[in-house]
Each structure stands twice: as C-alpha cells, then as structure tokens.
C-alpha cells in the first residue's frame, strides 16, 4: 500500500509548502527547538512530522507577539493535546482551527501536485515532468519564477491546463531540483562591448 502523504515525515521544503511558513523561517524555528521531538535530522536533512506541521504554523505566526519562551510552550501544549482547537499557556489562548484547515489544504494540494507530476528515466533521463508529456516541471516554475504570467507559459505550452502549471510550480518548490542550478543560455552571460569608435587596423584581416 502507498504511503499517504499525511503519514510521513516531511522535508523542510515539503513542510514550507504545506504551511506557507518560509523555508527560512523553518529552518529557523527547527533550529530554535520550538518543535521538539517533532522535528528530526537524518543524514543532514531535516524532516518534520505530521503532527509538527500545526505547530509549525503556530511558532510561526506569533512570532511578532510572543516570546521565544511563550511560544514553545504553546506548541508544547499543542503537540501534547493534538486534537485541540486552542493552544493555551497561562493568560494566552490562540485559535489554532484555522491553521489546521490551512494545513489540511496544503496537503491536498501538494497530493495533487504530486499525482499530476511524473519522474520516469525513459522520458528526459528521469527529470520530473506534467504526467503525459515531456514538459519538466521546475522549467514551468522557473519560467513562472522569472516574471512569466499563467498566460505566457499556456501560450508556450498550449497543451497544458492551468491546474498543471500551478501543479508544476507547487511540486518545484516542495522538491527543489537536484544539483548545480543550470546555468542560463549564452546571451544571458554576455555583456556588450561598449565603444565609442573603433580603430580600423585593429580589426582582423579578412580571408
């Protein structure tokens, strides 16, 4: 039987997705330990359970009005009593229902993504590409990423629907590509040479 997305660990990306909090800031509250047993390290990546995520969201939010103390044992209390509809830690209660939804939905979201993105090694050596096509995903994200509206990529691809571009660009960030990032074509890299005049005996001979 196939994993469900909910009943795994996830990645600091995948978590990132799910929540809206910037991986920045995951790394961040990780590091700071306000999620305790539910954020783990495993051969230097970090993963952060299912229960974690609401917690996550929590730190997150009351960062700007909570101290570091505060908030840890908010998401203590949370992570103790899961099914709770409030965090509360002495005289502070925060509704925790609509983080919750917020959560579920980023779920179901990113188990779309991943239904309707596809990574076989006969199709461009493996790279992770919308189901029924060639197209990779991160190049959808990347144009999206770069300035280019849903109009411009389905005038570039016609063939793709607007769920599957919103598909490719969520499935990019929750799993970034592997390796150097690849460089940009050649005539993104050069510089024009800039001259006011030019010295005819410096030009080559012509053949």
Known sequence: MATSIADRAMSANEAACVTGVPLKQVHR?????????????????????YDGLVGL???HETTDTLTLDGRRRLVRYLLENPKAGAARENNVSVDVRPMKGQVRRGLSRLARARKMIAADEAVLSGAACIKGTRIPAHDIAEMLANGDGVDAVRAAYPSLAEAQIEAAALYARAYPRRGRPR??????SRKPIISSEVDLRELPPSR
Do not use: E, Q, T, Y
């Open 29 to 49: 509250i990780i590091d700071s330990g306000l999620l305790g047993a539910a954020a783990k390290s495993r051969k230097g990546s970090r993963f952060v359970l």
């Open 57 to 59: 969201k929590l730190a």
């Open 183 to 188: 460089r940009g074509p050649f005539w993104r």
